[in-house]
């Protein structure tokens, strides 16, 4: 079984800044992109940001130039460095990643999500 463990949520003043992380662990093959998607109650999930194996980012409008996506792959980890922060950013923030458990069987795993509230 796979799992993504996420961490990192909370409450933070608008301007403030914080780190998201997510650790897959379980019988894991290839780990191939990773990325952050968020909810907001009555909202459709929407992608935050997406890195691919080879570490290369891609960002929705809404946060470029305020929330980067990195990742360790010894680690089998991935982050999200979210500054400047704005009230419209509260959400759940979800883990996902697209793996191989072996070199036939590929899926898309999600975290359990945690909570980000910006707020004053």
């Known amino acids: 079984q796979v799992q993504l463990v996420e961490s990192g949520g909370g409450l933070v003043q608008p301007g403030g800044s914080l780190r998201l992380s997510c650790a897959a662990s379980?019988?894991?093959?290839?780990?191939?992109?990773m990325g952050w998607f968020r909810q907001v109650p009555g909202k459709e999930r929407e992608l935050v940001a997406t890195?691919?194996?080879?570490?290369?980012?891609d960002y929705a409008d809404s946060v470029k130039g305020r929330f980067t996506i990195s990742r360790d792959n010894a680690k089998n980890t991935v982050y999200l460095q979210m500054d400047s922060l704005k009230p419209e950013d509260t959400a759940v923030y979800y883990c996902?990643?697209?793996?191989?458990?072996?070199?036939?069987?590929?899926?898309?795993?999600w975290g359990q999500g945690t909570q980000v509230t910006v707020s004053s």
């Open positions: 996902t990643a697209d793996l191989n458990q072996d070199i036939f069987q590929r899926k898309n795993y």
């Open positions: 379980g019988r894991i093959f290839r780990l191939n992109s």
């Open positions: 890195i691919t194996s080879g570490s290369s980012p």
